[in-house]
């Protein structure tokens, strides 16, 4: 099978001016992938579909990834030379830069052949944000084991796929609010809340059941011991 | 109502007939409305708490909507939340009649992350006992299928009977019968005593008669091909575009079985057939897995025939503290229920940064309501049985 860098090579000369570049694994599984921008991801995914070479006609797995925004530090020494005594080594100062990455959604796709029992070729699409820009095309029209995962990746994780038929929660029910994947997802303090009769309830059950009886305060007064008998005295 | 009361009404409904007899109007109330029936999630034919919203046309189904989620506890936050290691007896609850299937699949993916080796007689030991789950879980699913034809009873307790004797075996070697928890990250948890490899001897030599006494029983049974044959038919474009695997796809007449494809572990080794349908209807899926069965017998006997000595774990593997390089990884194998694959990815850190399953059932059903779509309400029982889902996979 040809290997990533061959493919995004094909597919620029397919498809000049789409952003595609190879994202490589650093581990020692070595399944490099590649990253597709958003403008030309479906004609893109059509093209590996139907490529008599490639032909994945499988799309395996579709997995959301959550890279909430972090704070990368970056150490540097500088050495500054001593201005009154240029001959004396440089003093080396260690710098240290603080950069912001903005966070990210991601969606994995693995692909397979199954006419030509290769794979797996991968690809990746990123939201420009975790807010209002979380959106990436829906690659269901191309593949429809696609349809229940990015539903999946559209609960657990907020990702919407632009031109999903039916796109909606699938694990979670309706009402819920928010995307529990999410790296920074707080469960709520009173997620196993039951509610307790009130309001009208309240009232029925009130007068369902008489009112238990008053307590009777108990004698306190304790009955007098008989006089003792008085000496000297007569019977 | 009085009899003069009758007597007006019936003069308004009525129309005089010519030959003189009275004929009352019809006021049909049947107006041909769709009809939408909530099947499940408490119902035994769905095996599990599945729901489908069903819309029916009279007894047809003109649309169906699966439901999802009532046994949904978020598996994959909580991978994110434990160690590597610590994840494995969360792995047993995904499909948890095939743990050890389940096991395999995940140690397969994290060997992958972090480039481990396996010993010669674990790679056996796993085909082993992943050919005793496929018996396992076919031998219940042709029991449940016939359970939802309507033979009540007397083929799952057959069935059930000898998922015992292999629950027996999974017992004695791991300490449980369903949540194994066996597989380890470079080898197996335990090595399997002489007397438990005659005990899987036995049962290899003897289940092909159970096999045969299953069949006679079943297959060429009127009822049931009345009931499944051209019921449910997929194609096999569809079914290759829905990522459908496993069984389900090989009975439309595909080839691609993970065990020949991936030759994972050393089943290039083993001589056996991958049989496949004609039809893809629910009897060409039930058909390929009694003869899986078959096939799964003969890999049994040639793996314990040339089970090696040796250890079971790799000595360098790491348990305690283990932390493989960053990087990401996905690892799948064929089983019983189709394509079961983990997608892992590491920062490097002692728990996976993102814990990803591939779960075969769930991704099978997407094509449930194309297959049903045209039959009665009778049928959509049979063919989700056909599809074989365990929620605890479908939810997770």
Same mark, same amino acid.
């Given at each position: ?42 004609? &893109? ?19 959301? &990834? ?170 | ?91 047993? #609850? ?131 091909? /009345? ?23 090989? /009975? ?32 060409? #899926? ?30 360098? /593997? ?35 940064? #993102? ?42």
């Amino acid at each position: 099978m040809e290997s990533p860098e061959q493919i995004r090579d094909r597919l620029l000369a397919r498809f000049p001016g789409a952003e595609i570049s190879v994202v490589t694994n650093p581990g020692i599984a070595a399944q490099h992938s590649l990253l597709l921008g958003a403008a030309h991801a479906r004609a &893109i995914a059509e093209f590996l579909r139907d490529d008599p070479t490639l032909k994945l006609d499988q799309c395996s797995n579709v997995t959301g &990834i959550d890279w909430p925004e972090k704070e990368i530090v970056e150490t540097k020494n500088i050495s500054t030379p001593d201005p009154a005594n240029p001959a004396a080594p440089p003093k080396v100062v260690e710098q240290k830069t603080k950069r912001l990455q903005l966070g990210f959604l991601e969606v994995v796709y693995h692909l397979y052949s199954i006419t030509h029992r290769h794979g797996p070729v991968i690809f990746r699409l990123r939201t420009g944000n975790r807010t209002d820009q979380a959106t990436v095309p829906s690659l269901t029209p191309v593949w429809r084991s696609c349809e229940f995962q990015e539903r999946e990746a559209f609960d657990l994780f907020g990702i919407t796929f632009d031109g999903h038929p039916d796109l909606r929660r699938i694990l979670m029910w309706d009402e819920f609010k928010d995307h529990p994947m999410r790296r920074d997802y707080a469960e709520p303090d009173d997620y196993e809340w039951e509610p307790t009769p009130h309001g009208t309830v309240l009232e029925k059950t009130k007068a369902h059941y008489p009112p238990p009886p008053a307590l009777v305060a108990a004698p306190t007064v304790l009955p007098a011991a008989p006089a003792a008998p008085v000496k000297g005295a007569t019977p | 109502m009085s009899a003069s009361d009758h007597a007006a009404l019936s003069s308004q409904l009525s129309t005089p007939h010519v030959g003189g007899a009275n004929v009352r109007e019809v006021h049909d109330s049947f107006h041909g409305d769709l009809l939408e029936v909530s099947m499940g999630p408490h119902h035994p034919s769905t095996h599990g708490v599945f729901r489908m919203i069903v819309t029916l046309d009279g007894e047809t189904i003109v649309k169906l909507k699966p439901v999802f989620g009532y046994l949904h506890r978020n598996h994959e936050k909580l991978g994110e939340t434990v160690t590597y290691l610590g994840s494995m007896p969360y792995t047993d #609850r995904l499909d948890y009649l095939s743990s050890m299937t389940n096991n395999w699949a995940y140690a397969l993916a994290v060997e992958k992350l972090a480039g481990q080796a396996v010993p010669e007689r674990a790679e056996y030991v796993r085909v082993i006992l992943a050919e005793l789950t496929r018996l396992l879980n076919h031998t219940c699913l042709a029991g449940f299928l016939m359970q939802d034809c309507g033979c009540s009873g007397t083929p799952l307790m057959y069935a059930f009977r000898e998922r015992e004797y292999i629950l027996d075996l999974f017992e004695s070697l791991s300490g449980s019968r369903m949540m194994c928890n066996y597989q380890r990250f470079g080898g197996c948890r335990v090595d399997p005593s002489a007397d438990w490899l005659t005990g899987a001897q036995k049962l290899a030599d003897r289940y092909g008669t159970f096999l045969d006494e299953f069949e006679t029983l079943l297959t060429g049974n009127e009822i049931i091909i /009345a009931r499944t044959q051209g019921v449910g038919k997929l194609s096999p474009e569809l079914a290759i575009s829905a990522g459908v695997t496993g069984p389900m796809l090989r /009975a439309t007449g595909v080839n691609y079985d993970l065990r020949k494809v991936d030759a994972y572990g050393v089943y290039p080794r083993f001589d056996f057939r991958v049989p496949l349908g004609d039809h893809g209807d629910v009897y060409d #899926r039930y058909m390929i897995r009694v003869l899986e069965m078959r096939e799964s017998i003969k890999i049994l006997q040639q793996a314990l025939a040339g089970l090696p000595a040796g250890p079971i774990m790799d000595p360098k /593997a790491k348990l305690r503290s283990f932390r493989p390089k960053a990087g990401e990884a996905y690892g799948r194998i064929e089983g019983p229920k189709g394509e079961i694959g983990f997608y892992l990815l590491s920062d490097g850190s002692p728990n996976p940064y #993102r814990y990803r399953i591939r779960p075969p059932s769930f991704i099978n059903l997407t094509v449930l309501e194309d297959m049903c779509l045209g039959h009665t309400v009778a049928d959509a029982v049979i063919i989700l049985g056909s599809v074989d889902i365990v929620l605890g996979e479908v939810d997770r």
